[in-house]
Each structure stands twice: as structure tokens, then as C-alpha cells.
């Protein structure tokens, strides 16, 4: 089965994880920025990334035939420094329109500070300018829920966001209802310690349906699984959920939010299929 992975960060896997993500259906990524393991220490730190991210990951990806697209900002974690948030927000334009950029992420929280939501509302106003499609890290364990009701209020308080163009990311049985009641996409990531495991992905898919629903690896420096989708597909598939659902949550949503944006390029294989 074709598969889209929605959030992995690739610039942290081998060459390998690619080979065995192609094997495995893998088609299409989303690779949003985020932590580099450290904080780094300017905006041209950033600047070195971002150009990793639009030039370098792509011609790696395509290498096995997958399509490889990003995200800009400065993450959560990073946004407590307000200084160099600013800095790296006003540098984001020069690579926006890059063919392989779909928006702005993954903004969010961390540990949901005032500057935190500072530069969480600045992201905001950076992506309005221009209508992009915008992806939302939540905070991890404790901090999640109190984390994603404050950015679901902050979205819902800007007339300018449109939900439909909202992913919130990292939900989890107790936030993903704040996000699909409040009309925005949600995403589960298949992560082994302070996110969901494909059995507990499995059980929101059955407590709320397949509408607006993903899944992702999120693979990234720690313990992680870049294969952790086709272990989604062969837990819903154990538990005798159609193929056509499974599908859905792992091909079909994803392909219907990235279609939003006008740098959306569609996977190598469904071009060859259609030829």
C-alpha cells in the first residue's frame, strides 16, 4: 500500500531509512523544522538548515523515488529566545516560495510560555501574509492538553485563520477531539515514549473515524521509527479495518491537506500511474 509519512525529520536518518521507506510504499514526506538536538546560536545557523532543507533532502529523497517536501520557522522550543525568533522569522521569506515548501511548521508550544506564544502568534502573522498551510507541534505529556487548548484558542481568536488549513500535530485520546470539533486537521505521530503507539493510534482511529486524521513517524534523533506507518497499517489491518480506511488515514488525508498548497507536487508514482 502507498503511504504518505506527514511529519519525519530526515536531515537525522541514513540514506537506509529512505531505502526501506520506499521498500515499505512510502511515496511523499513532510519534513518540518524543528530541534536541532541543541539550540542553536544565530539565524544563519538556520539559514545553513533551511537550505539543507530545500536543496539537499529533496535530490536524497527522489533518489528513491519520493517526493520530499518542508516546513519553515523556529520551533517551540527555540521560540523562548524572542531575539533570534525574530531574526529567523524575517529570513523565512527569502526560502518560502521554494517548489518544495508547503508552509509554516512546526509552530506551536513547548512548554507554554509567554514568549512561546509570542512567536507562536508571529509565525501566525507570517503565514497570513501569503495563506499558508500551517502545521502545529503541541506540547509532550503533561503540558499537552493545557498546551493545545491555548493554541487552539490563540487560532480561533485570529479571523484570519482559516482550520481547514490547520494541521495540529502530536494529538494524542485526550486533545484530538479539541482539534477535529474545532474544524482542523489532526495528526497522531507513532512515537515510542511521549507520543502514541500504533495500537493507541488505532484506538483514536476507532473512537473518532478516519475524517481529517493522519499518521506519522516524526522520525527523528531519538528513539524513533521511520517505519512506524506500515506498522499502523498492519495494526488496523490486524484488527480487520478495510483497506479502504487504512488508505484513507495514510494516503488520502495527507494528499488532500498538501493539495492546498499551490507547491504541492504530486508523488512520482501517481504521475507514472497516470501515464
Known sequence: MQYIDPH???????TDDYHRMAQCGCVAISEPAFWAGFDRGSAEGFRDYFHHLVEVEPKRAALFGIRHFSWLCINAKEAENVSLSRD???????????????????IGLNKNTKNEATIFQEHMDLAAKTDELILIHTPHLEDKYKGTRMIVDMLKNDTRVKPHRVCIDHVEEHTVKLALDNGFWCGMTLYPTTKCTPARAVDIIEMVGTEKI?????GDW???DPLAVPE?????????????????????????????????????ALLNFSK
Open 8 to 14: 519525519i525529520h530526515m536531515i537525522s536518518r541514513v
Open 88 to 106: 529567523v522569522i524575517a529570513m523565512i521569506p527569502e526560502f518560502l516560495q521554494r517548489p518544495n515548501v508547503l508552509g509554516i511548521g512546526e
Open 214 to 218: 493522519m499518521a506519522n513517524s516524526a
Open 222 to 224: 531519538g528513539k524513533s
Open 232 to 268: 499502523l497499517i498492519l495494526e488496523m489491518r490486524r484488527r480487520g479495518h478495510p483497506e479502504t480506511a487504512i488508505q484513507k488515514v495514510v494516503f488520502e488525508n495527507p494528499l488532500e491537506f498538501f493539495r492546498q498548497s499551490a507547491r504541492w507536487q504530486e508523488p512520482f
